[in-house]
C-alpha cells in the first residue's frame, strides 16, 4: 500500500462544510470553464460498446470493467475510463464550429488503478473538447488554452479564500511551461515523478508537454495511447508532442499533483504514425478510427479534469476519499482513520 500519511494533519473543514465546499467549488470552476472556452455542456455515457475503439485505452494496459448485454446477444459494454475519443464524435455529429466546444460530467470506474491518497477506482472529472483549425494545431495555441484554464483555476482559488479565509491561496502567478525532454537533461539521474517533484516544488505550477513519446534515453516520461493526444508531431523547437499535463504543488503531500492531462488530438497523419510505434495498427479497423480517417471528425483539443482532485487540491486535503465515496482498502481505512484522516 503506497499511503502517506501527513504529521499532525487535520481537515480544513468540517464535514458538513466540506460537503457545501466540494459543491460550491464544482459549481464555480465549471462556470469559469465553460465560460471561458466558449463549451456548452452534453450528457455522457457510462458505458460504451466494447471492440468499436471508442473507449479510452489510457496506458494501453488498464483493463475495462465490462458485462455482456442480454438483449443485443451478448454484446459486451465496457465502462469507460474517459471520453476523450467519445467527445470527438460528437463534436461531428453536433456540428460544433471551431473556436466552441462542449464539457460532460464524466463517471469512471478504473478497475486496475493502484489505490493512494491521489488515486481511486472511481474517477470523476469534467471531460470537454474544442473543435479547432489546422492553423490551430501547434504549440502557441496549445500553451494558450492551458493558460486560459489556469485562470481559470485562480479565480476558483480566490473564490475559495473568499468563503474560508483560514485556506489561504499558493498558485502562482503564471503557469511555467516546460517540455519533458528539456525535464530530462535538467534532472538526469531522477525519475519521472522525481524530475516533476523536482521542477513543480520549483515553481509551483507547470505545464509539462510532450508525454508519450521516447525520450532521449529511450524511455517515455508516461504513457499515452496512440490514438486521441497527438504526442509525436514536432514541434518548432524540434521536440514531439502536441499535450501534456497540468501539475501544481501539493502542500499538504508535498509533492507534484495532476490536476488534468490535455492536447491538441491526432489527425490523420499523427494517428497512423502513433498506431506504428506502439505496434497496433489494426486498430485501423475500428470505428472510431475509420471516422477520423475517412475525415468525418473535426480536429480538435480536449482534456480531462479531475473534479474530486480539484476538491482535493482547493481544500487542502491529504486524500481523494475525504471529497468523494469509493471502496478503499481495510488496512488504508484504518491507518488514515489513525492519522486524522476521515475516508468516506
Given at each position: 500500500?503506497?499511503?502517506?500519511?501527513?504529521?499532525?494533519?487535520?481537515?480544513?473543514?468540517?464535514?458538513?462544510?466540506?460537503?457545501?465546499?466540494?459543491?460550491?467549488?464544482?459549481?464555480?470552476?465549471?462556470?469559469?470553464?465553460?465560460?471561458?472556452?466558449?463549451?456548452?455542456?452534453?450528457?455522457?455515457?457510462?458505458?460504451?460498446?466494447?471492440?468499436?475503439?471508442?473507449?479510452?485505452?489510457?496506458?494501453?494496459?488498464?483493463?475495462?470493467?465490462?458485462?455482456?448485454?442480454k438483449?443485443?446477444g451478448?454484446?459486451?459494454?465496457?465502462?469507460?475510463?474517459?471520453?476523450?475519443k467519445?467527445?470527438?464524435?460528437?463534436?461531428?455529429?453536433?456540428?460544433?464550429?471551431?473556436?466552441?466546444?462542449?464539457?460532460?460530467?464524466?463517471?469512471?470506474?478504473?478497475?486496475?488503478?493502484?489505490?493512494d491518497?491521489?488515486?481511486?477506482?472511481?474517477?470523476?472529472?469534467?471531460?470537454?473538447?474544442?473543435?479547432?483549425?489546422?492553423?490551430?494545431?501547434?504549440?502557441?495555441?496549445?500553451?494558450?488554452?492551458?493558460?486560459?484554464?489556469?485562470?481559470?483555476?485562480?479565480?476558483?482559488?480566490?473564490?475559495?479564500y473568499?468563503?474560508?479565509?483560514?485556506?489561504?491561496?499558493?498558485l502562482?502567478?503564471?503557469?511555467?511551461?516546460m517540455?519533458?525532454?528539456?525535464?530530462?537533461?535538467?534532472?538526469?539521474?531522477?525519475?519521472?515523478?522525481?524530475?516533476?517533484?523536482?521542477?513543480?516544488?520549483?515553481?509551483?505550477?507547470?505545464?509539462?508537454?510532450?508525454?508519450?513519446?521516447?525520450?532521449?534515453?529511450?524511455?517515455?516520461?508516461?504513457?499515452?495511447?496512440?490514438?486521441?493526444?497527438?504526442?509525436?508531431?514536432?514541434?518548432?523547437?524540434?521536440?514531439?508532442?502536441?499535450?501534456?499535463?497540468?501539475?501544481?504543488?501539493?502542500p499538504?503531500?508535498?509533492?507534484?499533483?495532476?490536476?488534468?492531462?490535455?492536447?491538441?488530438?491526432?489527425?490523420q497523419?499523427?494517428?497512423?504514425?502513433?498506431?506504428?510505434?506502439?505496434?497496433?495498427?489494426?486498430?485501423?479497423?475500428?470505428?472510431?478510427?475509420?471516422?477520423l480517417?475517412?475525415?468525418?471528425?473535426?480536429l480538435?483539443?480536449?482534456?480531462?479534469?479531475?473534479?474530486?482532485?480539484?476538491?482535493?487540491?482547493?481544500?487542502?486535503?491529504?486524500?481523494?476519499?475525504?471529497?468523494?465515496?469509493?471502496i478503499?482498502?481495510?488496512?488504508?481505512?484504518?491507518?488514515?482513520?489513525?492519522?486524522?484522516?476521515?475516508?468516506?
Amino acid at each position: 500500500m503506497s499511503l502517506i500519511l501527513p504529521e499532525g494533519y487535520k481537515a480544513k473543514l468540517v464535514p458538513e462544510l466540506m460537503e457545501q465546499a466540494i459543491f460550491y467549488i464544482k459549481e464555480e470552476f465549471q462556470a469559469s470553464l465553460t465560460s471561458e472556452l466558449d463549451l456548452r455542456r452534453v450528457t455522457a455515457p457510462l458505458f460504451v460498446l466494447g471492440g468499436v475503439g471508442i473507449n479510452d485505452d489510457l496506458n494501453g494496459v488498464e483493463r475495462a470493467v465490462n458485462f455482456p448485454i442480454k438483449s443485443m446477444g451478448e454484446r459486451r459494454a465496457e465502462v469507460v475510463h474517459s471520453l476523450a475519443k467519445w467527445k470527438r464524435m460528437k463534436l461531428a455529429a453536433y456540428e460544433i464550429p471551431a473556436g466552441y466546444g462542449i464539457y460532460t460530467d464524466m463517471n469512471a470506474i478504473r478497475a486496475d488503478e493502484e489505490l493512494d491518497n491521489i488515486h481511486s477506482l472511481y474517477v470523476d472529472q469534467w471531460d470537454w473538447e474544442r473543435t479547432i483549425t489546422a492553423e490551430d494545431r501547434n504549440l502557441d495555441f496549445l500553451c494558450d488554452v492551458v493558460e486560459t484554464i489556469y485562470d481559470c483555476l485562480k479565480d476558483v482559488e480566490h473564490s475559495v479564500y473568499n468563503e474560508y479565509p483560514h485556506i489561504r491561496p499558493i498558485l502562482p502567478e503564471r503557469i511555467t511551461f516546460m517540455h519533458s525532454e528539456d525535464l530530462l537533461q535538467k534532472y538526469p539521474t531522477l525519475s519521472p515523478k522525481e524530475r516533476e517533484n523536482a521542477i513543480v516544488r520549483e515553481y509551483g505550477a507547470v505545464f509539462l508537454i510532450g508525454i508519450g513519446h521516447k525520450l532521449s534515453n529511450g524511455q517515455k516520461h508516461d504513457g499515452r495511447a496512440p490514438d486521441y493526444d497527438d504526442w509525436s508531431t514536432e514541434t518548432e523547437d524540434g521536440y514531439r508532442g502536441l499535450n501534456g499535463d497540468i501539475l501544481v504543488w501539493n502542500p499538504v503531500l508535498e509533492q507534484s499533483f495532476e490536476l488534468s492531462s490535455m492536447g491538441i488530438r491526432v489527425d490523420q497523419e499523427s494517428l497512423l504514425r502513433q498506431l506504428k510505434l506502439e505496434g497496433c495498427e489494426e486498430r485501423v479497423n475500428l470505428l472510431f478510427h475509420k471516422k477520423l480517417l475517412n475525415n468525418e471528425l473535426p480536429l480538435s483539443i480536449g482534456g480531462g479534469i479531475g473534479q474530486s482532485r480539484l476538491c482535493m487540491y482547493f481544500l487542502r486535503c491529504a486524500h481523494i476519499g475525504e471529497v468523494q465515496v469509493s471502496i478503499w482498502p481495510e488496512d488504508m481505512i484504518a491507518a488514515c482513520q489513525k492519522a486524522g484522516i476521515d475516508l468516506r
